[in-house]
């Protein structure tokens, strides 16, 4: 059964999101991905998902208030801001992912009005299927790119 519960930022907690974070970075399914640091988790409360004594799972995220005025949002507003939600490869499309993130979200909305997320993975319909169909996310915007086959190797 898995349960999930925010944990204090230990040294052993640290050292357990810097090892599951170095397995996604070799996993290469985010654009630009690489491990955490210390200072990466720092100033994050940190949420962890368990199947009995094993994390299975873990989101971090933190506070901050919406700098400008946007089409969603006066300036000021404060927002939970997901900077990573990781789930192990065995543990996927188990709701383990929908559960962390339906924790932080209970967890956070006495402080902030809004939660956001941003991703760069590369597998872009799965993930806006998650967020969009399964968690009830709305769309803001995308950043999108293309390589023109122009000058390559920064040579012009």
Excluded at 3 to 20: A, G, N, P, Q, Y
Excluded at 38 to 52: C, Q, T
Excluded at 63 to 75: G, W
Excluded at 100 to 118: K, P, Q, R, T
Aim: some cysteine; aromatic content about 12%; proline content about 2%.
């Amino acid at each position: 059964m898995i349960f999930v519960k925010e944990s204090d930022l230990t040294k052993e907690t640290l050292d357990l999101l810097i090892r599951m974070s170095e397995d996604w970075e070799a996993e290469n399914s985010c654009h630009g991905y690489r491990k955490n640091e210390v200072s990466d988790i720092e100033g994050n409360r940190v949420f962890l998902a368990y199947d009995g004594d094993t994390v299975a799972g873990y989101l971090f995220g933190h506070i901050e208030k919406a700098k400008s005025t946007s089409s969603v949002m006066p300036a000021g507003t404060a927002c939970f801001e997901v900077e990573e939600l990781y789930v192990k490869p065995g543990y996927r499309c188990k709701g383990i992912g929908k559960t962390l993130f339906g924790f932080a979200e209970n967890a956070a909305s006495g402080e902030a009005e809004y939660i956001m997320v941003g991703t760069a993975t590369k597998n872009w319909r799965a993930i806006l299927h998650f967020y969009i169909e399964e968690l009830g996310m709305q769309f803001w915007s995308a950043r999108l790119y293309k390589k023109t086959g122009g000058p390559q190797n920064g040579v012009k």
